[in-house]
C-alpha cells in the first residue's frame, strides 16, 4: 500500500516561512505528478501547488502564486513545499497527492484514490 507521509508544519508568525515535506513509498515515484493540498478548519481541502513527474513544470493556486515554491527530488521520492511570507489565511492542514503521469493542471483535482495521509499542520500567527 502506498504511504504519503507529510513532516515539516509547525506555528509561524505571519511573513514567517516554512518548509514541507512529503515522503512517498510510491513505486516509479518519478513517473507520479505529485501535488500539495489544503484544508483549513470547516473549508473543503484545496488544491496549492503541483509539480510534473520529471519536474519541469510547477503549477500554483492563485492565492500562493509568487510566495510558495514546489521541488522534488525522485531519488529520494520526496516533495517539497517552501512557503515563504506566509499569512494567517495559510493556517491549514497541509496534505501531499500523486498521479501518475497527470499534467500539472489536471493536479487542481484531487486524485481518485489518493492514498490522503495525516498531513501536517501549518498554523500562521497575526
Known amino acids: 500500500q502506498v504511504l504519503l507521509v507529510e513532516s515539516g508544519g509547525g506555528l509561524v508568525q505571519a511573513g514567517g516561512s516554512l518548509r514541507l515535506s512529503c515522503a512517498a513509498s510510491?513505486?516509479?515515484?518519478?513517473?507520479?505528478?505529485m501535488a500539495w493540498f489544503r484544508q483549513a478548519p470547516g473549508k473543503e481541502r484545496e488544491f496549492v501547488a503541483a509539480?510534473?513527474?520529471?519536474?519541469?513544470?510547477?503549477y500554483f493556486a492563485d492565492s500562493v502564486k509568487g510566495r510558495f515554491a514546489i521541488s522534488r527530488d525522485n531519488t529520494m521520492a520526496t516533495v517539497s513545499l517552501q512557503m515563504d511570507s506566509l499569512e494567517p489565511e495559510d493556517t491549514a492542514v497541509y496534505f501531499c497527492?500523486?498521479?501518475?503521469?497527470?499534467?500539472?493542471?489536471?493536479?487542481?483535482?484531487?486524485?481518485?484514490?489518493?492514498?490522503w495521509g495525516q498531513g501536517t499542520q501549518v498554523t500562521v500567527s497575526s
Open positions: 497527492a500523486e498521479r501518475f503521469r497527470a499534467t500539472v493542471r489536471s493536479m487542481v483535482r484531487e486524485p481518485d484514490g489518493n492514498a
Open positions: 510510491t513505486l516509479g515515484f518519478g513517473s507520479y505528478a
Open positions: 509539480i510534473s513527474w520529471k519536474g519541469g513544470a510547477t
